[in-house]
């Protein structure tokens, strides 16, 4: 394309923030679309251009020799065990295409912990970061963010110096245990997801809601795996104290906990309901079919892309943002009516318990 001659009125140099603002794009996508790279739509491309010419636009020659020497590679730090977490892989690829660049995948395991998947990926030559439900405190997030963008997806970065783009946890367990209460269920407990992403915000939601329908809390200790799901369901087994709904930190959690109850005969939800978080594509399943809270895992990704991909093409001045978006209750086949009758379950009890 061709640009429009030097501006030498003395104004202030038009800048690719100003051509994406009078474009209505973002400023990645206007960058693509200067760049003539793939991605932008023919009327997003136009617009952009028209843009350029009108506001005089030049592309910095420093800034484009810099760019020859970029590798524009997005890191991803994720657990490969966790289906919201495969979720939000399907979603950051497309989204990181469209802005131009390329994804790096670096897992997070037991026998590899998160710093060790973080030192490979900067060692490709990523140039940001995504840390897909990081555990990392603010004092190491600030550090990392010192060295290149991050963006943390499932929890708040901006106390730490960094972007993240998190669901509104609190709202999300409220809305939960309001569908058990109007469901008749005065007994609801739930598994907590202990020092996981959320599960604080998660907890108080819990609280909150139960203490407004006038309910005492019970929770448990858990964790985001089918493990602590199977624990608090043997718990509920072993136990006499009338228990009727579980609501379960995350999806996966919830799935140990189903899996446990119907093993042992109970019928649910006709005797025990149950409520996971995430709404991953586990529990689309038709033999689990789990009602749970949804987190919008396409918005989240593209969200998180852009916001490090803005860093990346020169907007450093800005905040750090804590990007917030409302979770949606998705009711399935296994919450109902609390059951007027328990004989089933305390039966079922009684059987586990000779087991």
């Known amino acids: 394309m061709t640009f429009a001659k030097p501006d030498t009125s003395g104004r202030q140099r ?20 200067i760049r003539d790279a793939p991605g932008p739509s023919a009327a997003s491309r136009e617009a952009v251009l028209r843009a350029a010419t009108e506001l005089n636009y030049r592309p910095d020659p420093a800034a484009q020799l810099l760019r020859l020497h970029r590798s524009r590679m997005l890191g991803v730090v994720f657990d490969p065990r966790d289906p919201f977490h495969a979720d939000l892989l399907e979603e950051i690829y497309p989204a990181a ?8 995948l670096g897992a997070r395991v037991p026998t590899r912990p998160e710093q060790r998947a973080v030192e490979a990926l900067v060692g490709s030559r990523c140039e940001a970061l995504l840390l897909v439900g990081t555990e990392a405190g603010p004092a190491q997030l600030r550090t990392l963010g010192g060295r290149l963008p991050i963006a943390v997806v499932g ?17 999300g367990a409220q809305a939960a245990v309001d569908l058990l209460a109007d469901l008749g269920h005065r007994r609801i407990r739930l598994v907590d997801g202990g020092r996981h992403p959320g599960a604080a915000e998660r907890r108080r939601g819990y609280r909150a809601a139960m203490r407004r ?14 493990d602590s799901g199977v624990r608090a369901a043997r718990d509920l087994l072993d136990g006499t104290d009338g228990i009727t709904a579980v609501l379960a930190s995350n999806d996966r959690c919830a ?42 895992a396409d918005r989240m990704a593209r969200l998180a892309v852009e916001a490090v ?27 109902g009516p609390v059951s007027t009758s328990l004989k089933k379950t305390a039966a079922a009890r009684t059987e586990w318990s000779k087991s």
């Open 14 to 33: 038009a800048t690719l923030a100003d051509v994406a603002a009078r474009a209505g794009v973002s400023r990645a996508l206007a960058s693509l679309a």
């Open 255 to 296: 799935v140990g906990v189903l899996d446990t109850l119907l093993r042992a005969g109970v019928d649910v939800p006709a005797e025990v309901s149950v409520v996971g978080y995430d709404d991953s594509r586990l529990t689309r399943l038709t033999h689990i079919d789990l009602t749970t809270v949804a987190q919008d």
């Open 155 to 171: 929890g708040r970065g901006d106390n730490a110096g960094v972007d993240g783009v998190r669901t509104r946890d609190q709202m």
């Open 213 to 226: 329908h006038g309910l005492a809390a019970d929770i448990v200790a858990g964790d985001h795996t089918e």
């Open 97 to 104: 295409e469209r802005c131009g660049y390329d994804v790096v």
């Open 309 to 335: 991909v803005q860093r990346l093409e020169g907007d450093t001045d800005n905040p750090p943002r804590d990007i917030l978006l409302d979770p949606q209750l998705v009711v399935r086949g296994t919450t």
